[in-house]
């Protein structure tokens, strides 16, 4: 730990406190990169609007992680889950236990369903983020249940909310910095509360900056992203564009989905994995491969999700309860429904990293019907969109993807995509089924539309919104394991030698715009 050290004493970079002026609260998720990041936005606010950080952790933090925030001058702390302090939140535990009965009773009267859509402690949406929280671990969305898991989740969750709430208005918070804004845990509650109390909130993924609003929420935080490129759509290069997504689902590139961070990106994994395969199928071969008894009216591809993946972080404004709801209850429509359509389920290509391999198999073996066929996995997402003449889907890149191909898609709810009419966005469970139950008014995009959606994939997942690579931070892909920790430090410690975080031009370009 001998680089880790050297840096915690060399940092020359601090924040410094000014008597009697405002705060603003940075959300800690005890991650390297995010504390580094966090530290640095939270130098360049402190020096640009001359206001005090206040760091928020849970109860026992890292110790390493506290060393990087102190190194920076943030010292001072305050704890969600303060053991030694709680019963001195009489008020907060007596509102968490009277909350926590209330709606354990409206769940029993009106189901999960209404506690997902409709949950607001004090005028704070959480619903959702309890629910996702719920259901990451041990498949919990195939039967959620009122147990002693998701009861433990509920009264923290609403705890949590309270003491926020508490915090932000006892300090005088005007900002929140963090990290993330899915579950229920800090940050995804820090997401809620700031903007129920009309706080700036900042979501920072390292050079990239979204501010949060009710809008955000509902619509997903690549809202304001639509927005701007309808601003620019006539400016983006089609050729440029075009050559992008020939790349893209040739699976020869893995600059794919630049906004999130993996390294190559969170879901560049989804594409590679999607566009793997080379066999390439007719029309003719498929139809065989699937031994349809029949000829069918039109072939639909219906898309399927990874369930616990955070159903809610692209948005609250969703038809379903999550992503095994939509799928269950699409399946039973077709099997009770439609004897005309051909019906193939594209399972989700990270379906084995979740552990959901055996959880499609037994939702699929409930719904058998002559037309509802499984997707043969050594097909990729090209070929097969070359094949259909529909894509069904939550709110999936496919969809996206499809009407590159001039086909159009049916969703459940916003996605990164959502505006310009690339596709059908449905906003209840009415209006989606009775979409399914017309699918020959359905027509296909004309060439400008196409082109339009071209633009727009290129331009959501290459676009830098706000800020420069660091010159300074190491790039994360090269350091993302923990045994990794020290060598970081050691490229991070010469690259400061040449200049430091305040010369660093991610600093320049955050504090510009702060």
Known sequence: ?????????????????????????????????????LS???LALNKKKNINPLLLVNNHQDKNISKIYKSFGISKCIKIFDIYNIFFDFVILCKTFLYSCLNIIKIKAYGFEWFVKELKIENIKIGDLIFDTYIRRDHSYINPKINIKFIKILITSIFRTLKMKKIVLKNN????????????????????????????????EENHLTIYSEKAIKRGKFVIRNEYFNKIKDKINIIKAKSFF?????????????????????????????????????????????????????IILLGA?????????????????DYYSKLKETLEFIVKNDNENLWIIKPHPMEKYYDETKINENLFKKFKKHNIKICPKDINTKNILKLVDCVVTGRGTISMEAACYGLNAITAGSNPYSGNDLFTECTNKKNYFNKLSNLENLKKLKQTKINLAIKKIFFIENFQPKFSYSDVIPARKKYHAPKSFNK???????????????????????????
């Open 173 to 204: 918070i005007k900002y929140v910095i963090n990290q993330s804004n899915t579950y229920s845990y800090n940050s995804g509650i820090s997401t809620r509360v700031g903007v129920a109390l009309n706080k700036v909130v900042y979501f920072q």
């Open 40 to 42: 640095i936005f939270a």
């Open 1 to 37: 730990m001998i680089h880790f050290n050297n840096f915690i004493k060399n940092n020359k970079n601090k924040v410094k406190y000014f008597e009697g002026a405002d705060n603003f609260l940075i959300v800690d998720r005890e991650r390297l990169y995010q504390s580094i990041y």
């Open 246 to 298: 020939k790349n893209r689902m040739n699976g020869k590139s893995s600059k794919v989905h630049l906004n999130t961070f993996d390294g190559t990106g969170v879901k560049s994994s989804d594409i590679l994995y999607s566009n793997r395969f080379k066999k390439i199928y007719t029309k003719k071969k498929l139809i065989e491969t699937l031994k349809c008894q029949k000829e069918y009216k039109k």
């Open 488 to 514: 970081f430090f050691l490229e991070l410690n010469m690259n400061l030698k040449s200049k430091n975080f305040e010369e660093d031009v991610f600093f320049k370009d955050l504090s510009l715009f702060l």
């Open 305 to 321: 999700h990874a369930y616990s993946d955070a159903p809610h972080s692209m948005g609250t404004d969703f038809v379903f309860m």
